[in-house]
C-alpha cells in the first residue's frame, strides 16, 4: 500500500506532520529507508554525544532516539491489533513520562541499535503479513480513528520528523 492511498478518516491531521515527511511509496520501503538511517545515525555519532541537549529543558539526543524506539512499539502494537479487527478503544501515552523514565544515562551507542533493530524487525514482521484489506482496518487509539496502514506510515515519518530535529538542532 502508498501514501497516496490512505483515505481522510484513516489518521487525524494532528499526525499529517509525520505523514508529509513520508514520500509516496510503499509502506515497507518507507519503513525499510527509515531505518536504515537510524542506524547509520547512530554509528557516526560520537559516544559522547548521546548525553547533548541542544538547551535547556530540551531532551538529549539519547532520549530522542529511545522516544523514537517507544513510540513505534506502541504503534505498532495498536496497528498488531487494529490487524485483527480488535475494536477495543486503546489509551493514549504521555511521552514526557516515557522519556523521563527511559534511563538514557544508561544507555550506550550499542544498546539503543540492538533494541531499535529488534522494535523495527517485529514491526516489519507485522506489516509484511498484512494483506491490503486488513492495513484498511480502522481502530481507536487516543480518541482518534486510525487505520492500520496509517500507523505504519506514522511510524516512519514520526522517525524521519525526528531525524530531521536532529540534524538541525543538534548537529
Not at 492500520?148 to 536532529?166: D, E, N, Q
Amino acid at each position: 500500500m502508498r501514501l497516496s492511498e490512505l483515505k481522510e478518516n484513516e489518521f487525524n491531521h494532528f499526525y499529517a506532520t509525520y505523514l508529509n515527511m513520508v514520500k509516496d511509496e510503499e509502506l515497507l520501503e518507507a519503513l525499510v529507508k527509515s531505518s536504515d538511517w537510524f542506524v547509520d545515525y547512530i554509528t557516526a555519532l560520537k559516544k559522547e554525544k548521546l548525553s547533548y541537549a541542544y538547551g535547556p529543558n530540551k531532551w538529549s539526543i539519547a532520549e530522542v532516539l529511545l522516544h523514537i524506539i517507544d513510540t513505534e512499539r506502541i504503534f505498532q502494537y495498536r496497528a498488531f491489533r487494529f490487524s485483527r479487527n480488535d475494536q477495543t478503544a486503546l489509551p493514549g501515552f504521555d511521552h514526557e513520562a516515557y522519556v523521563r523514565e527511559s534511563e538514557s544515562e544508561k544507555r550506550t551507542k550499542g544498546d539503543i541499535i540492538a533494541e531499535f533493530l529488534t522494535v523495527r524487525a517485529a514491526t516489519l514482521g507485522i506489516f509484511r503479513a498484512l494483506p491490503n484489506e486488513k492495513l484498511k482496518r480502522i481502530g481507536t487509539a487516543s480518541d482518534m480513528p486510525w487505520s492500520v496502514a496509517a500507523l505504519g506510515f506514522v511510524i516512519s515519518g514520526h522517525l524521519k520528523h525526528h531525524a530531521k530535529i536532529l540534524e538541525e538542532r543538534y548537529s
